[in-house]
Protein backbone atom coordinates (compact mmCIF):
# COMPACT_ATOMS: atom_id res chain seq x y z
CA UNK A 1 0.00 0.00 0.00
CA UNK A 2 2.94 2.31 1.50
CA UNK A 3 4.68 1.92 -1.98
CA UNK A 4 1.44 2.66 -4.41
CA UNK A 5 0.98 5.52 -2.59
CA UNK A 6 4.73 6.71 -3.58
CA UNK A 7 4.07 5.84 -6.82
CA UNK A 8 1.39 8.05 -7.34
CA UNK A 9 2.83 10.91 -5.24
CA UNK A 10 5.58 10.63 -7.98
CA UNK A 11 3.41 10.46 -10.99
CA UNK A 12 1.52 13.65 -9.29
CA UNK A 13 5.26 15.28 -8.77
CA UNK A 14 5.77 14.14 -12.39
CA UNK A 15 2.54 16.26 -13.52
CA UNK A 16 2.91 18.73 -11.82
CA UNK A 17 6.88 19.12 -13.15
CA UNK A 18 4.74 19.23 -16.72
CA UNK A 19 2.69 21.81 -15.42
CA UNK A 20 1.11 23.52 -18.90
CA UNK A 21 0.32 26.95 -20.01
CA UNK A 22 -2.54 26.83 -22.52
CA UNK A 23 -3.54 30.31 -24.82
CA UNK A 24 -5.29 30.25 -28.19
CA UNK A 25 -3.53 32.39 -31.11
CA UNK A 26 -6.50 34.12 -33.86
CA UNK A 27 -5.10 35.76 -37.05
CA UNK A 28 -5.96 36.37 -40.37
CA UNK A 29 -9.43 36.69 -39.43
CA UNK A 30 -10.95 39.33 -42.37
CA UNK A 31 -14.31 40.72 -40.43
CA UNK A 32 -16.63 42.94 -42.42
CA UNK A 33 -19.90 42.89 -40.67
CA UNK A 34 -22.25 40.35 -42.06
CA UNK A 35 -20.16 38.26 -43.57
CA UNK A 36 -19.41 34.67 -42.69
CA UNK A 37 -15.72 35.42 -41.40
CA UNK A 38 -17.80 37.49 -38.96
CA UNK A 39 -20.46 34.31 -38.08
CA UNK A 40 -17.07 32.03 -37.87
CA UNK A 41 -15.77 34.18 -35.12
CA UNK A 42 -18.75 34.54 -33.46
CA UNK A 43 -18.64 30.77 -32.98
CA UNK A 44 -14.94 30.69 -32.04
CA UNK A 45 -15.62 33.23 -29.27
CA UNK A 46 -18.47 31.22 -27.95
CA UNK A 47 -16.24 27.59 -28.21
CA UNK A 48 -13.15 30.01 -26.28
CA UNK A 49 -15.50 31.26 -23.53
CA UNK A 50 -16.69 27.88 -22.87
CA UNK A 51 -12.90 25.96 -22.93
CA UNK A 52 -10.37 26.48 -19.65
CA UNK A 53 -8.17 28.36 -22.27
CA UNK A 54 -7.12 31.69 -20.45
CA UNK A 55 -6.08 34.11 -22.48
CA UNK A 56 -6.13 35.02 -26.57
CA UNK A 57 -3.46 36.67 -28.74
CA UNK A 58 -4.76 37.92 -31.92
CA UNK A 59 -1.90 38.66 -34.44
CA UNK A 60 -3.81 41.09 -36.81
CA UNK A 61 -5.63 41.23 -40.29
CA UNK A 62 -8.82 41.49 -38.01
CA UNK A 63 -10.74 43.73 -41.15
CA UNK A 64 -10.49 43.72 -44.42
CA UNK A 65 -9.78 47.20 -45.60
CA UNK A 66 -9.40 48.61 -42.30
CA UNK A 67 -12.56 51.27 -41.97
CA UNK A 68 -13.92 52.60 -38.76
CA UNK A 69 -17.19 50.13 -39.59
CA UNK A 70 -15.05 46.92 -39.16
CA UNK A 71 -12.84 48.28 -36.78
CA UNK A 72 -15.78 48.81 -34.49
CA UNK A 73 -17.33 45.49 -35.16
CA UNK A 74 -14.74 43.80 -34.50
CA UNK A 75 -14.33 45.12 -31.03
CA UNK A 76 -17.97 44.61 -30.36
CA UNK A 77 -17.06 41.05 -31.16
CA UNK A 78 -14.28 40.71 -28.99
CA UNK A 79 -15.69 42.50 -26.26
CA UNK A 80 -17.62 39.22 -25.89
CA UNK A 81 -14.61 37.38 -24.90
CA UNK A 82 -14.73 36.29 -21.25
CA UNK A 83 -11.00 35.96 -21.63
CA UNK A 84 -8.08 38.38 -21.80
CA UNK A 85 -7.19 39.14 -25.05
CA UNK A 86 -3.68 40.75 -26.83
CA UNK A 87 -3.79 42.17 -29.58
CA UNK A 88 -1.57 43.84 -32.77
CA UNK A 89 -3.01 45.08 -36.34
CA UNK A 90 -1.90 43.88 -39.94
CA UNK A 91 -1.46 44.56 -43.01
CA UNK A 92 -5.01 45.33 -43.52
CA UNK A 93 -5.45 47.86 -40.70
CA UNK A 94 -2.30 49.56 -41.64
CA UNK A 95 -2.38 50.06 -45.00
CA UNK A 96 -5.79 50.92 -45.98
CA UNK A 97 -7.51 53.21 -43.00
CA UNK A 98 -10.05 56.02 -43.18
CA UNK A 99 -8.58 57.25 -39.72
CA UNK A 100 -5.02 57.07 -40.91
CA UNK A 101 -4.78 54.00 -38.04
CA UNK A 102 -6.57 56.38 -35.10
CA UNK A 103 -9.30 54.42 -34.64
CA UNK A 104 -7.49 51.40 -33.55
CA UNK A 105 -5.75 52.88 -31.24
CA UNK A 106 -8.86 54.92 -29.87
CA UNK A 107 -10.34 51.11 -29.72
CA UNK A 108 -7.96 48.82 -28.88
CA UNK A 109 -5.14 51.54 -27.22
CA UNK A 110 -1.90 50.53 -28.62
CA UNK A 111 -0.59 48.50 -31.70
CA UNK A 112 2.37 46.73 -29.21
CA UNK A 113 1.72 44.37 -26.08
CA UNK A 114 3.91 43.25 -23.55
CA UNK A 115 3.01 40.79 -20.42
CA UNK A 116 4.01 37.58 -18.24
CA UNK A 117 2.00 34.29 -17.28
CA UNK A 118 3.91 32.01 -15.20
CA UNK A 119 7.33 32.27 -16.14
CA UNK A 120 6.15 33.08 -19.89
CA UNK A 121 7.15 36.50 -21.35
CA UNK A 122 4.56 37.60 -24.37
CA UNK A 123 5.41 40.03 -26.46
CA UNK A 124 3.80 41.48 -29.53
CA UNK A 125 4.37 44.57 -31.69
CA UNK A 126 3.48 46.25 -34.80
CA UNK A 127 5.33 45.26 -38.87
CA UNK A 128 3.18 47.79 -40.83
CA UNK A 129 3.02 48.58 -43.73
CA UNK A 130 2.06 52.26 -42.84
CA UNK A 131 -1.01 53.67 -45.12
CA UNK A 132 0.23 52.64 -48.64
CA UNK A 133 1.43 48.90 -50.25
CA UNK A 134 4.88 48.23 -49.15
CA UNK A 135 6.85 45.33 -47.37
CA UNK A 136 6.60 45.40 -43.69
CA UNK A 137 8.43 47.23 -40.90
CA UNK A 138 9.13 47.67 -37.50
CA UNK A 139 9.49 51.17 -36.96
CA UNK A 140 12.88 52.23 -34.97
CA UNK A 141 11.11 53.43 -31.73
CA UNK A 142 9.67 50.29 -31.36
CA UNK A 143 12.72 48.67 -32.18
CA UNK A 144 14.15 50.61 -29.31
CA UNK A 145 10.66 49.81 -27.19
CA UNK A 146 11.16 46.09 -27.74
CA UNK A 147 14.43 45.95 -26.70
CA UNK A 148 14.12 48.07 -23.28
CA UNK A 149 11.64 45.64 -22.21
CA UNK A 150 13.04 42.70 -22.48
CA UNK A 151 15.85 43.73 -20.95
CA UNK A 152 14.21 44.61 -18.10
CA UNK A 153 12.03 41.73 -17.89
CA UNK A 154 13.97 38.67 -19.58
CA UNK A 155 15.59 37.26 -15.81
CA UNK A 156 16.37 34.23 -15.53
CA UNK A 157 13.95 31.53 -15.60
CA UNK A 158 11.61 33.53 -18.06
CA UNK A 159 11.21 32.52 -21.63
CA UNK A 160 10.02 34.72 -24.35
CA UNK A 161 7.28 34.19 -26.87
CA UNK A 162 7.19 36.42 -29.63
CA UNK A 163 3.95 37.34 -32.10
CA UNK A 164 3.93 39.85 -35.25
CA UNK A 165 1.64 39.39 -37.98
CA UNK A 166 4.31 39.14 -41.19
CA UNK A 167 6.92 36.39 -40.82
CA UNK A 168 10.41 37.94 -39.91
CA UNK A 169 11.97 37.51 -43.37
CA UNK A 170 13.29 39.60 -45.96
CA UNK A 171 11.15 38.87 -48.25
CA UNK A 172 7.90 40.23 -46.19
CA UNK A 173 9.82 42.34 -43.92
CA UNK A 174 12.30 45.07 -44.86
CA UNK A 175 13.85 44.99 -41.20
CA UNK A 176 13.52 41.76 -40.30
CA UNK A 177 16.91 41.06 -39.40
CA UNK A 178 17.33 43.63 -37.44
CA UNK A 179 13.99 42.08 -35.16
CA UNK A 180 15.12 38.60 -34.90
CA UNK A 181 18.54 40.19 -33.90
CA UNK A 182 17.31 41.87 -30.54
CA UNK A 183 14.75 38.81 -29.84
CA UNK A 184 17.56 36.13 -30.33
CA UNK A 185 19.60 38.65 -28.10
CA UNK A 186 16.84 37.77 -25.24
CA UNK A 187 17.20 33.67 -26.07
CA UNK A 188 13.20 33.97 -27.78
CA UNK A 189 11.90 30.32 -28.25
CA UNK A 190 9.60 30.97 -30.94
CA UNK A 191 7.95 33.95 -33.19
CA UNK A 192 4.46 33.00 -34.14
CA UNK A 193 2.91 35.00 -37.38
CA UNK A 194 0.12 35.11 -39.44
CA UNK A 195 -0.26 36.24 -42.88
CA UNK A 196 0.05 33.45 -44.73
CA UNK A 197 -2.78 32.05 -43.87
CA UNK A 198 -1.34 28.21 -43.02
CA UNK A 199 0.42 26.41 -40.41
CA UNK A 200 4.06 26.55 -41.47
CA UNK A 201 7.52 25.70 -39.72
CA UNK A 202 9.62 28.38 -40.24
CA UNK A 203 13.33 29.85 -40.01
CA UNK A 204 13.80 33.50 -38.83
CA UNK A 205 17.84 34.03 -39.24
CA UNK A 206 18.39 30.73 -37.19
CA UNK A 207 15.53 31.62 -34.41
CA UNK A 208 12.17 29.32 -34.70
CA UNK A 209 9.30 30.56 -36.65
CA UNK A 210 6.03 29.47 -36.42
CA UNK A 211 3.40 30.42 -39.55
CA UNK A 212 -0.26 29.32 -37.99
CA UNK A 213 -3.71 29.32 -39.75
CA UNK A 214 -6.30 31.79 -40.60
CA UNK A 215 -10.12 31.44 -39.07
CA UNK A 216 -10.81 32.97 -42.61
CA UNK A 217 -11.85 30.15 -45.24
CA UNK A 218 -13.88 31.97 -47.92
CA UNK A 219 -17.84 31.02 -47.02
CA UNK A 220 -16.85 27.72 -45.42
CA UNK A 221 -17.76 28.53 -41.90
CA UNK A 222 -18.17 24.74 -40.41
CA UNK A 223 -14.79 24.22 -40.57
CA UNK A 224 -13.49 27.71 -38.96
CA UNK A 225 -10.63 27.74 -36.58
CA UNK A 226 -7.93 28.79 -34.47
CA UNK A 227 -5.02 27.80 -33.00
CA UNK A 228 -4.51 26.28 -29.21
CA UNK A 229 -0.17 26.27 -27.98
CA UNK A 230 0.72 24.38 -25.10
CA UNK A 231 3.39 25.14 -23.54
CA UNK A 232 5.23 22.79 -20.79
CA UNK A 233 9.02 23.33 -18.76
CA UNK A 234 10.40 21.85 -22.05
CA UNK A 235 8.28 21.51 -24.99
CA UNK A 236 5.53 23.45 -26.47
CA UNK A 237 3.00 22.10 -28.78
CA UNK A 238 0.96 23.79 -31.47
CA UNK A 239 -2.26 22.17 -32.07
CA UNK A 240 -5.07 23.55 -34.79
CA UNK A 241 -8.69 23.91 -33.45
CA UNK A 242 -11.58 23.47 -35.74
CA UNK A 243 -14.68 24.31 -34.41
CA UNK A 244 -16.59 22.01 -32.64
CA UNK A 245 -13.79 19.09 -33.01
CA UNK A 246 -11.11 17.75 -31.06
CA UNK A 247 -7.24 19.61 -31.31
CA UNK A 248 -5.37 18.12 -33.77
CA UNK A 249 -1.65 18.14 -33.07
CA UNK A 250 0.33 20.46 -35.63
CA UNK A 251 4.01 20.42 -34.31
CA UNK A 252 5.79 19.73 -31.38
CA UNK A 253 8.62 21.82 -30.57
CA UNK A 254 11.87 21.99 -27.78
CA UNK A 255 11.92 24.91 -25.56
CA UNK A 256 15.31 25.52 -26.90
CA UNK A 257 14.54 24.98 -30.38
CA UNK A 258 16.41 28.01 -31.04
CA UNK A 259 19.25 27.85 -29.94
CA UNK A 260 19.38 24.43 -31.70
CA UNK A 261 18.78 25.44 -35.19
CA UNK A 262 21.60 26.46 -38.03
CA UNK A 263 21.90 29.84 -39.23
CA UNK A 264 20.23 30.49 -42.85
CA UNK A 265 22.72 30.90 -45.59
CA UNK A 266 23.27 34.85 -46.66
CA UNK A 267 21.17 36.23 -48.97
CA UNK A 268 22.54 37.50 -52.71
CA UNK A 269 24.32 40.84 -52.45
CA UNK A 270 22.63 43.02 -54.93
CA UNK A 271 25.33 44.71 -56.49
CA UNK A 272 25.33 48.63 -56.58
CA UNK A 273 26.77 50.06 -59.74
CA UNK A 274 27.24 53.98 -58.77
CA UNK A 275 29.98 55.64 -58.16
CA UNK A 276 29.74 56.28 -54.04
CA UNK A 277 30.45 59.83 -54.76
CA UNK A 278 26.94 60.52 -56.78
CA UNK A 279 24.80 59.42 -53.62
CA UNK A 280 25.18 60.69 -49.89
CA UNK A 281 23.15 60.34 -46.75
CA UNK A 282 22.12 63.88 -45.89
CA UNK A 283 20.41 62.19 -42.22
CA UNK A 284 19.40 59.38 -40.40
CA UNK A 285 16.41 59.97 -38.44
CA UNK A 286 15.76 58.83 -34.70
CA UNK A 287 12.46 57.93 -35.90
CA UNK A 288 10.65 56.41 -39.12
CA UNK A 289 10.21 58.60 -42.22
CA UNK A 290 6.70 58.08 -43.92
CA UNK A 291 6.40 61.10 -46.07
CA UNK A 292 8.83 62.38 -48.56
CA UNK A 293 10.86 65.64 -48.60
CA UNK A 294 10.06 68.99 -49.72
CA UNK A 295 13.01 70.77 -51.36
CA UNK A 296 13.45 74.97 -51.40
CA UNK A 297 16.41 77.06 -51.39
CA UNK A 298 17.53 76.41 -48.03
CA UNK A 299 16.65 73.68 -46.41
CA UNK A 300 14.61 69.90 -46.41
CA UNK A 301 11.28 69.32 -45.21
CA UNK A 302 10.14 65.69 -44.03
CA UNK A 303 7.83 64.27 -41.39
CA UNK A 304 8.49 61.17 -38.54
CA UNK A 305 6.77 58.61 -37.40
CA UNK A 306 6.85 60.36 -33.75
CA UNK A 307 4.79 62.83 -35.23
CA UNK A 308 7.63 65.35 -35.69
CA UNK A 309 8.37 67.80 -38.77
CA UNK A 310 12.10 68.89 -39.19
CA UNK A 311 13.87 71.36 -41.37
CA UNK A 312 16.83 70.03 -42.34
CA UNK A 313 19.81 72.61 -44.10
CA UNK A 314 20.62 71.64 -47.29
CA UNK A 315 24.30 73.06 -46.56
CA UNK A 316 25.08 71.68 -43.05
CA UNK A 317 22.69 68.87 -42.77
CA UNK A 318 21.80 69.94 -39.32
CA UNK A 319 18.33 70.16 -38.14
CA UNK A 320 17.69 74.22 -38.22
CA UNK A 321 13.88 73.53 -36.09
CA UNK A 322 11.99 70.54 -34.99
CA UNK A 323 7.94 71.09 -34.34
CA UNK A 324 5.88 68.21 -32.68
CA UNK A 325 2.39 67.51 -34.28
CA UNK A 326 1.35 64.80 -31.79
CA UNK A 327 0.98 61.92 -34.17
CA UNK A 328 2.58 60.06 -37.10
CA UNK A 329 2.99 61.79 -40.51
CA UNK A 330 2.24 60.45 -43.68
CA UNK A 331 2.04 63.61 -46.30
CA UNK A 332 4.67 65.16 -47.61
CA UNK A 333 5.46 68.96 -46.54
CA UNK A 334 4.81 71.28 -48.69
CA UNK A 335 7.12 74.53 -49.36
CA UNK A 336 6.10 77.97 -51.18
CA UNK A 337 6.38 81.44 -50.40
CA UNK A 338 8.33 81.24 -47.17
CA UNK A 339 5.69 78.99 -45.74
CA UNK A 340 5.95 74.68 -44.90
CA UNK A 341 2.31 73.26 -44.98
CA UNK A 342 2.19 69.93 -42.77
CA UNK A 343 -1.11 68.09 -43.45
CA UNK A 344 -1.36 65.71 -40.41
CA UNK A 345 -3.38 62.38 -39.57
CA UNK A 346 -5.13 64.12 -36.44
CA UNK A 347 -7.47 66.28 -39.27
CA UNK A 348 -5.20 69.43 -39.47
CA UNK A 349 -3.35 71.79 -42.07
CA UNK A 350 -0.68 73.48 -40.22
CA UNK A 351 0.88 76.50 -42.00
CA UNK A 352 4.61 76.76 -40.78
CA UNK A 353 6.82 79.77 -41.05
CA UNK A 354 10.27 77.65 -43.17
CA UNK A 355 12.78 80.25 -41.15
CA UNK A 356 11.56 78.91 -37.70
CA UNK A 357 8.92 76.44 -37.63
CA UNK A 358 5.92 79.16 -36.49
CA UNK A 359 2.80 78.10 -36.90
CA UNK A 360 1.25 80.84 -39.26
CA UNK A 361 -2.50 79.26 -40.21
CA UNK A 362 -4.27 76.58 -39.18
CA UNK A 363 -7.34 74.32 -40.08
CA UNK A 364 -9.24 72.23 -39.24
CA UNK A 365 -11.07 68.92 -41.18
CA UNK A 366 -13.15 66.54 -40.84
CA UNK A 367 -10.25 63.65 -40.77
CA UNK A 368 -7.48 62.75 -41.45
CA UNK A 369 -4.50 63.99 -43.84
CA UNK A 370 -2.33 61.56 -45.41
CA UNK A 371 -2.46 62.78 -48.94
CA UNK A 372 -0.14 65.34 -50.98
CA UNK A 373 -0.64 68.52 -51.71
CA UNK A 374 0.31 70.75 -54.00
CA UNK A 375 0.78 74.34 -54.53
CA UNK A 376 0.28 76.09 -58.20
CA UNK A 377 -0.15 79.98 -58.15
CA UNK A 378 -0.06 80.49 -54.55
CA UNK A 379 -3.30 78.01 -54.35
CA UNK A 380 -2.59 75.49 -52.56
CA UNK A 381 -4.62 71.86 -53.60
CA UNK A 382 -4.93 69.46 -51.03
CA UNK A 383 -7.04 65.84 -50.60
CA UNK A 384 -8.35 65.26 -47.37
CA UNK A 385 -10.51 62.57 -45.65
CA UNK A 386 -14.06 62.39 -48.00
CA UNK A 387 -13.16 66.24 -48.97
CA UNK A 388 -10.79 68.43 -51.46
CA UNK A 389 -9.59 71.49 -50.63
CA UNK A 390 -8.14 74.87 -52.14
CA UNK A 391 -6.50 77.13 -49.94
CA UNK A 392 -4.59 80.37 -50.10
CA UNK A 393 -1.26 79.67 -49.27
CA UNK A 394 -0.87 82.67 -47.77
CA UNK A 395 -3.57 83.42 -45.76
CA UNK A 396 -4.92 80.13 -44.78
CA UNK A 397 -8.42 81.09 -46.50
CA UNK A 398 -10.50 78.24 -47.79
CA UNK A 399 -11.52 79.33 -51.38
CA UNK A 400 -14.02 76.35 -52.14
CA UNK A 401 -14.08 72.86 -50.09
CA UNK A 402 -15.25 69.61 -52.71
CA UNK A 403 -17.23 67.03 -50.54
CA UNK A 404 -18.55 64.72 -52.38
CA UNK A 405 -15.76 61.97 -52.09
CA UNK A 406 -16.75 57.97 -50.20
CA UNK A 407 -13.41 57.76 -49.08
CA UNK A 408 -9.90 59.35 -48.36
CA UNK A 409 -7.62 60.91 -50.88
CA UNK A 410 -3.56 59.91 -50.76
CA UNK A 411 -1.43 60.99 -53.96
CA UNK A 412 -0.70 64.42 -55.22
CA UNK A 413 -3.39 66.12 -56.97
CA UNK A 414 -2.92 67.52 -61.06
CA UNK A 415 -3.70 70.78 -62.25
CA UNK A 416 -3.57 70.83 -65.74
CA UNK A 417 -5.95 73.05 -68.26
CA UNK A 418 -8.43 74.70 -65.49
CA UNK A 419 -8.70 71.49 -64.24
CA UNK A 420 -8.15 69.92 -61.23
CA UNK A 421 -7.31 66.12 -60.78
CA UNK A 422 -7.10 63.38 -57.96
CA UNK A 423 -7.81 59.84 -56.52
CA UNK A 424 -9.56 58.53 -53.77
CA UNK A 425 -10.41 55.18 -52.62
CA UNK A 426 -13.57 55.26 -53.44
CA UNK A 427 -12.95 53.88 -56.68
CA UNK A 428 -13.13 56.82 -58.74
CA UNK A 429 -10.78 59.33 -60.03
CA UNK A 430 -12.19 63.06 -60.02
CA UNK A 431 -11.90 65.95 -62.69
CA UNK A 432 -13.12 69.50 -61.31
CA UNK A 433 -13.35 72.70 -62.11
CA UNK A 434 -9.98 74.51 -60.43
CA UNK A 435 -11.80 78.20 -60.22
CA UNK A 436 -15.31 76.24 -58.70
CA UNK A 437 -14.78 73.11 -57.55
CA UNK A 438 -17.67 71.77 -59.62
CA UNK A 439 -17.54 68.07 -60.83
CA UNK A 440 -16.38 67.88 -64.40
CA UNK A 441 -16.55 63.98 -64.41
CA UNK A 442 -15.50 60.91 -62.35
CA UNK A 443 -14.25 57.70 -63.52
CA UNK A 444 -13.89 53.98 -62.36
CA UNK A 445 -12.25 51.16 -63.36
CA UNK A 446 -15.35 48.72 -62.79
CA UNK A 447 -13.93 47.75 -59.58
CA UNK A 448 -16.26 47.40 -56.83
CA UNK A 449 -13.65 46.67 -54.74
CA UNK A 450 -12.28 49.64 -53.00
CA UNK A 451 -8.43 48.42 -53.02
CA UNK A 452 -8.38 48.29 -56.83
CA UNK A 453 -8.76 52.38 -56.57
CA UNK A 454 -6.99 54.77 -58.51
CA UNK A 455 -6.33 56.59 -55.56
CA UNK A 456 -2.55 56.54 -54.75
CA UNK A 457 -1.14 57.40 -58.12
CA UNK A 458 -0.35 60.59 -59.83
CA UNK A 459 -2.35 60.91 -63.06
CA UNK A 460 0.17 61.85 -65.87
CA UNK A 461 -1.60 64.50 -68.24
CA UNK A 462 -0.49 65.35 -71.61
CA UNK A 463 -2.07 66.26 -74.96
CA UNK A 464 -5.55 65.91 -74.04
CA UNK A 465 -5.26 62.88 -72.08
CA UNK A 466 -5.42 61.88 -68.72
CA UNK A 467 -2.93 58.19 -68.00
CA UNK A 468 -3.34 56.32 -64.76
CA UNK A 469 -2.30 53.01 -63.35
CA UNK A 470 -3.99 51.56 -60.53
CA UNK A 471 -4.11 48.25 -58.15
CA UNK A 472 -6.43 46.31 -60.70
CA UNK A 473 -2.95 46.00 -62.89
CA UNK A 474 -4.41 48.21 -65.72
CA UNK A 475 -2.79 51.11 -67.40
CA UNK A 476 -5.74 53.63 -68.56
CA UNK A 477 -6.07 56.68 -70.83
CA UNK A 478 -9.10 59.55 -70.19
CA UNK A 479 -10.41 62.35 -72.42
CA UNK A 480 -9.40 65.11 -70.08
CA UNK A 481 -12.51 66.97 -70.94
CA UNK A 482 -15.06 64.44 -71.01
CA UNK A 483 -13.65 61.60 -68.43
CA UNK A 484 -14.37 59.47 -72.03
CA UNK A 485 -12.12 56.18 -71.56
CA UNK A 486 -9.75 55.86 -74.74
CA UNK A 487 -7.74 53.03 -74.18
CA UNK A 488 -6.81 50.20 -71.04
CA UNK A 489 -4.51 47.73 -71.27
CA UNK A 490 -3.11 45.24 -69.03
CA UNK A 491 -0.60 44.07 -71.53
CA UNK A 492 1.92 44.45 -68.68
CA UNK A 493 1.63 44.43 -64.91
CA UNK A 494 1.40 48.07 -63.89
CA UNK A 495 0.54 49.14 -60.27
CA UNK A 496 0.49 52.62 -58.42
CA UNK A 497 3.90 53.73 -59.31
CA UNK A 498 4.42 56.19 -62.20
CA UNK A 499 5.70 59.06 -63.40
CA UNK A 500 6.14 60.82 -66.54
CA UNK A 501 9.23 62.78 -68.83
CA UNK A 502 9.99 66.11 -68.70
CA UNK A 503 8.61 67.35 -72.51
CA UNK A 504 5.23 65.02 -71.15
CA UNK A 505 5.07 62.97 -74.20
CA UNK A 506 6.32 59.52 -72.31
CA UNK A 507 4.54 57.97 -69.63
CA UNK A 508 7.16 55.69 -67.24
CA UNK A 509 5.41 53.27 -64.86
CA UNK A 510 7.06 50.24 -62.95
CA UNK A 511 5.85 46.96 -63.50
CA UNK A 512 5.49 44.33 -60.93
CA UNK A 513 8.74 42.17 -62.45
CA UNK A 514 10.99 45.24 -61.77
CA UNK A 515 11.11 46.49 -65.06
CA UNK A 516 10.81 50.26 -66.29
CA UNK A 517 8.32 50.18 -69.17
CA UNK A 518 7.83 53.85 -71.15
CA UNK A 519 4.12 54.37 -73.13
CA UNK A 520 3.78 57.09 -75.22
CA UNK A 521 1.01 59.56 -74.00
CA UNK A 522 0.60 61.24 -77.69
CA UNK A 523 -1.20 58.18 -79.42
CA UNK A 524 -4.46 57.92 -79.87
CA UNK A 525 -3.81 54.14 -79.02
CA UNK A 526 -1.87 52.18 -76.59
CA UNK A 527 1.61 52.33 -77.57
CA UNK A 528 4.48 50.99 -75.62
CA UNK A 529 7.88 52.08 -76.58
CA UNK A 530 10.03 50.19 -74.58
CA UNK A 531 11.20 48.09 -71.41
CA UNK A 532 14.40 47.92 -69.89
CA UNK A 533 14.93 45.44 -66.61
CA UNK A 534 15.90 47.54 -63.49
CA UNK A 535 16.95 44.99 -61.58
CA UNK A 536 14.32 45.00 -58.88
CA UNK A 537 12.71 41.49 -58.87
CA UNK A 538 9.29 41.67 -57.28
CA UNK A 539 7.74 45.38 -56.79
CA UNK A 540 4.57 47.19 -55.80
CA UNK A 541 5.61 50.31 -53.96
CA UNK A 542 4.02 53.13 -55.03
CA UNK A 543 7.13 55.07 -55.08
CA UNK A 544 6.13 57.92 -58.11
CA UNK A 545 8.72 58.19 -60.99
CA UNK A 546 10.94 61.19 -61.90
CA UNK A 547 12.72 61.81 -64.53
CA UNK A 548 15.63 64.79 -64.31
CA UNK A 549 17.89 66.24 -65.85
CA UNK A 550 17.62 63.09 -68.63
CA UNK A 551 17.63 60.56 -66.00
CA UNK A 552 14.53 58.29 -65.12
CA UNK A 553 14.56 57.74 -61.06
CA UNK A 554 13.42 54.54 -59.86
CA UNK A 555 12.00 53.44 -56.06
CA UNK A 556 11.73 49.63 -54.58
CA UNK A 557 10.32 48.55 -51.62
CA UNK A 558 13.44 47.31 -50.32
CA UNK A 559 15.75 50.05 -50.37
CA UNK A 560 16.86 49.75 -53.82
CA UNK A 561 17.06 53.44 -56.17
CA UNK A 562 18.10 52.62 -59.83
CA UNK A 563 18.47 55.54 -62.34
CA UNK A 564 18.01 55.11 -66.20
CA UNK A 565 19.08 57.46 -68.96
CA UNK A 566 16.66 58.60 -70.99
CA UNK A 567 17.88 58.56 -74.36
CA UNK A 568 19.09 55.59 -74.30
CA UNK A 569 17.27 53.58 -71.88
CA UNK A 570 20.03 51.81 -70.33
CA UNK A 571 20.72 51.47 -66.50
CA UNK A 572 22.88 54.15 -65.50
CA UNK A 573 23.47 52.67 -61.81
CA UNK A 574 21.21 51.36 -59.07
CA UNK A 575 22.28 52.32 -55.79
CA UNK A 576 20.57 50.17 -52.32
CA UNK A 577 20.37 53.19 -49.71
CA UNK A 578 18.97 50.56 -47.30
CA UNK A 579 16.64 47.75 -46.44
CA UNK A 580 12.74 49.77 -46.38
CA UNK A 581 10.76 51.29 -48.92
CA UNK A 582 11.64 54.28 -50.93
CA UNK A 583 9.12 56.91 -50.56
CA UNK A 584 9.24 59.32 -53.22
CA UNK A 585 11.88 61.48 -55.09
CA UNK A 586 11.97 65.48 -55.62
CA UNK A 587 14.38 67.70 -56.76
CA UNK A 588 15.94 71.84 -56.23
CA UNK A 589 16.67 74.13 -58.74
CA UNK A 590 19.85 73.16 -58.55
CA UNK A 591 18.80 69.62 -60.15
CA UNK A 592 19.66 67.95 -57.26
CA UNK A 593 17.49 65.54 -56.61
CA UNK A 594 15.96 63.70 -52.72
CA UNK A 595 14.53 60.88 -51.44
CA UNK A 596 14.00 59.21 -47.85
CA UNK A 597 13.70 55.67 -46.96
CA UNK A 598 11.04 54.39 -44.21
CA UNK A 599 14.05 53.68 -42.19
CA UNK A 600 14.48 57.48 -41.37
CA UNK A 601 17.29 57.99 -43.91
CA UNK A 602 17.82 61.09 -46.29
CA UNK A 603 19.47 60.64 -49.19
CA UNK A 604 20.86 63.08 -51.49
CA UNK A 605 21.83 62.57 -55.47
CA UNK A 606 23.83 65.45 -56.40
CA UNK A 607 23.30 67.28 -59.76
CA UNK A 608 25.53 66.48 -63.07
CA UNK A 609 28.42 68.75 -63.04
Known sequence: MMKRLMIFCGLMVSLCMQAQTKFAILTDLHVSPGNANERALSRIVDEINASDIPFVVITGDITNQGSNAELTNDKRLFSRFLKPYYLIPGNHETTWSQSAVREYY????????FFKHDNLLFVGYNTGPYMKMGDGHVKHEDLLWLDSILTKEAVKGTRLLAFAHYPLVENDMGNAREVVSVLKKHDAVVSFCGHGHAYKEMNFEGMKGMMVRSTFLGQDTVNAGYTVVQVTPDSLFVNEKKVGEEMKRRFAVSMDAGKKMAEPSELPIIPQLVDPTAVSLAYQDKA???TGVAVDKNALYFGNSLGEIKALSKK???VLWNVSLGYSLY?????ANGLVVAPTADGELRALSAKNGKVVWTIKADGPFVADGCVVDGKLYQGGYKSFYCIDMATGKVDWKFTDINNYCQARPVIADGKVLFGAWDTYLYCLDRQTSALIWKWNNGKAQNLFSPAN?????HDGKVIIVAPDRYMTALDLSTGKQ???SNQYTVRESQGVSADGKTVYAKLMNGQLLAVSSESSEYKPLWTVDAGLGYEHAPCPILEQNGVIYLGSRNGVVVAVEAASHKVLWSFKGGNSEVNQFSCDAQGNVYF???EGKIYKVGAKK
Open 288 to 290: SVF
Open 486 to 488: LWR
Open 331 to 335: STPVC
Open 106 to 113: RLFGSDRF
Open 457 to 461: CVPAV
Open 316 to 318: SRK
Open 596 to 598: SLI
